[in-house]
């Protein structure tokens, strides 16, 4: 039997000590594993979020042309309405003086129901007649030669050009005025030819 006096000595660098240095470099193993699973971690987070930008970007792009396209086939669709309304005009000219007064209503409804329909998608006018040429939404087709206005100024309009929102649909056909230049050492008239 055992008795209190007796005290039982542990050994030095005995069992306790190893299991302790066994167990403190299981866990410096553990502590590298888990700072490579977090840089690992990490590392495919940011691989995660770059991948989710450029997906962010690619659907963007994609809205971006589905968006062109779609306004791209409005606007030939637009175009075909115009070059419609042009013939109904044309129509209706010659209607105007053949035709009784009551047609010439209807027809004048049904051209008011056209316009409505371009205006209600965005189209308008482009304007004219007594402003400066505008090469961006002007095609000038002739020139007359005109004191009483500024050069480059639109005398006449030979076809309705318009817009759709802001983008040409269709550049206005226009007649330009031009100034005569005098040369005064010869007395001879030059048209100025400078647009």
Do not use: C
């Not at 987070?45 to 450029?54: F, G, H, Q, R, V």
């Amino acid at each position: 039997m055992e008795t209190d006096d007796e005290t039982i000595e542990k050994p030095e660098g005995g069992p306790v000590e190893e299991d302790l240095e066994t167990l403190s470099a299981e866990l410096q193993s553990v502590k590298d594993e888990l700072k490579k699973a977090r840089e690992s971690s990490n590392e495919s987070i940011s691989k995660l979020k770059y991948l989710m930008a450029d997906f962010d970007n690619y659907r963007k792009q994609m809205e971006k042309q589905a968006t062109s396209k779609a306004e791209s086939a409005k606007a030939e669709l637009l175009l075909k309405f115009l070059n419609i309304r042009d013939d109904y005009l044309r129509a209706l000219s010659v209607a105007r003086q053949k035709t009784e007064p009551v047609v010439i209503e209807g027809l004048e409804g049904i051209l008011k129901n056209i316009d409505s329909l371009l205006s209600s998608e965005g189209v308008r006018e482009i304007e004219t007649v007594e402003t400066l040429f505008d090469p961006n939404v002007h095609d000038a087709l002739a020139h007359s030669i005109r004191d009483d206005v500024e050069a480059n100024t639109i005398t006449a309009e030979i076809r309705k050009g318009y817009m759709l929102n802001s983008k040409v649909l269709r550049p206005s056909l226009v007649e330009i005025s031009k100034k005569i230049v005098k040369n005064s050492v010869s007395d001879t008239s030059e048209p100025d030819n400078r647009v």
